[in-house]
């Protein structure tokens, strides 16, 4: 319910419900209403605590869409989210300059990649496995006619409202990308993030020789047939 007494009703992007399903399929198939239950549960103060740890900056409204990604957000903000998430819950400081050196080649400077530990491994190894299937058997899955199936990717996909925006967030064993595609004048395009911006970021990745996520579970962790 919100503050002019309506009721906001999230819809699934196909318009249908999905019942109950497993929480690794809410990030697999996009289930946006999943999304917003399991936001529910948590809370949207944590919601929104946990976004700024992970490397989310600005304010954001506490309104349930943000579970959905309804807030302003730039290409930056998701690369440090990811790359904590990609880095085993590690966060770092994104930099675009990693040394300065002289006309020699000797460093005059160098920026340390130092790293904090924000997040318990095993809740990021969790959600990194979703986004795993996400390339495998979900939205992502386009990356495969052009990346070998063996080699092991995580990402997610993202589309706004009529299509405005398309996002994909994706990373390897060694390199991290997020792209957005959308208009300037922020107007309607034919794009989702697994029609648009996923193509850009697979034929990107194609380039730099990639190696698999890193796939060793943290102590802690144990898999179990259901």
């Keep these: 319910k919100t503050s002019n007494n309506k009721f906001w009703t999230p819809k699934n992007y196909n318009g249908r419900s999905r019942g109950q399903i497993l929480l690794y399929q809410m990030l697999e198939k996009s289930i946006n209403q999943s999304a917003v239950i399991l ?4 809370g ?3 919601y929104i605590t946990w976004l700024k740890k992970l490397g989310i900056e600005g304010d954001m409204a506490e309104l349930p869409s943000l579970y959905l990604g309804g807030a302003g957000m730039s290409v930056l903000d998701i690369t ?5 998430l990609a880095n085993q819950g590690r966060k770092a400081k994104v930099r675009a300059v990693k040394a300065v050196l002289d006309d020699q ?3 005059l400077s160098r920026y340390p990649a130092n790293a904090e530990q924000i997040a318990d491994a095993r809740s990021v190894y969790q ?5 795993q299937q996400v390339m495998h058997s979900g ?6 006619t052009k990346l070998p199936y063996n ?4 990402g997610k996909t993202g589309t706004t409202n009529d299509q405005r925006d398309s996002w994909f967030a994706g990373f390897t064993g060694k390199h991290l990308a997020v792209v957005w595609v959308g208009r300037d004048d922020n107007g309607k395009t034919p794009l989702t993030g697994g029609s648009g911006a996923l ?7 194609k380039q730099m020789n990639p190696v698999p996520v890193l796939d060793q579970a943290p102590k802690g962790i144990e898999f179990v047939n259901i």
Excluded at 127 to 131: E, G, K, T
Aim: charged share 10%; aromatic share 14%; net charge neutral.
């Design 39 to 42: 936001g529910e549960h948590v």
């Design 44 to 46: 949207l103060s944590n």
């Design 80 to 84: 440090r989210l990811y790359q904590t």
């Design 105 to 107: 080649g000797t460093a």
């Design 127 to 131: 959600v990194n496995y979703a986004l």
């Design 139 to 144: 939205t992502g899955k386009y990356a495969y």
């Design 151 to 154: 080699l092991s990717l995580a």
């Design 199 to 205: 193509h850009i970021w697979t034929d990107m990745i």
